[in-house]
Structure formats: C-alpha cells, structure tokens
C-alpha cells in the first residue's frame, strides 16, 4: 500500500520560501507520476505541480510557473516542492500525490496542460503566507 506524509508547511510572509517534503513507501510498478495539490475550503483541488517518475519530466500550473519547482531525491523516496517568492493567494492545505494504481483506481487532474493520473494521497501540510 502506498503511503505519502507530508511536512515542511508553516507561516511565511510574503516573499519568502518554503520547501515541503512528502515521505512515500509502498512504490508499486504501476505507479507513473507524483504532484503537488493545493486546496483552501470552499474551493476545488488544484494541481500546481507535476513530475514524471520515469522520465523527471516536470510541469507546473500557470500560477506557480517561475516559483515553485518540484523534484525527487535520486532513491525516490522524497518528493520535494520549493517554494519561492510566495503570495498570500498561495495559502492553502498542501498535499502530494501519487499515481497511478494497478486497479485503475485513479483521477485525472490537469496540470500545465498536461493529463495525470492519481490514486494515493497524502493527509497534506499547511502552508499559510502572510502579506
């Protein structure tokens, strides 16, 4: 079974940086990409970032483009996100994903143009960005 724990969230004012972690265990052989969603209540989920595990290849949502950049340590097991230069519209509960799984058990999300695939997620961290 896949697992994902964030950490790294917190108060920053604007400007600043932050870098969130996710912890993943459980890899299987179907499993294809991770992310970085981001959601604050009332709103739907948003994907602002995405990584191919195979390849590296990264996309990033229009809002974040320049600013954040997500990356994996080279065993695989850490997904990072950086965080740069943030707003207080990038205040959310920020979690991470991965996907997809053998049962076919996934939702797509665009991220920068591009169709993912995610089935496991993580409880997310909060980051709050203060003007």
């Known amino acids: 079974q896949v697992q994902l724990v964030e950490s790294g969230g917190g108060s920053v004012q604007a400007g600043g940086s932050l870098r969130l972690s996710c912890q993943a265990s459980?890899?299987?052989?179907?499993?294809?990409?991770m992310g970085w969603f981001r959601q604050v209540p009332g709103k739907e989920r948003e994907g602002v970032a995405g990584?191919?595990?195979?390849?590296?290849?990264?996309t990033y949502s229009d809002s974040v483009n320049g600013r954040f950049t997500i990356s994996r340590d080279n065993a695989g097991n850490t997904l990072y996100l950086q965080m740069n230069n943030l707003r207080p519209e990038d205040t959310a509960m920020y979690s991470c994903?991965?996907?997809?799984?053998?049962?076919?058990?996934?939702?797509?999300?665009?991220?920068?143009?591009?169709?993912?695939?995610?089935?496991?997620w993580g409880q997310g961290t909060q980051v709050t960005v203060s003007s």
């Open positions: 990584i191919y595990i195979g390849s590296g290849q990264t």
């Open positions: 459980g890899y299987n052989r179907s499993m294809v990409c």
């Open positions: 994903a991965a996907g997809p799984s053998p049962t076919g058990t996934q939702q797509w999300y665009e991220i920068g143009g591009r169709q993912l695939a995610f089935a496991y």
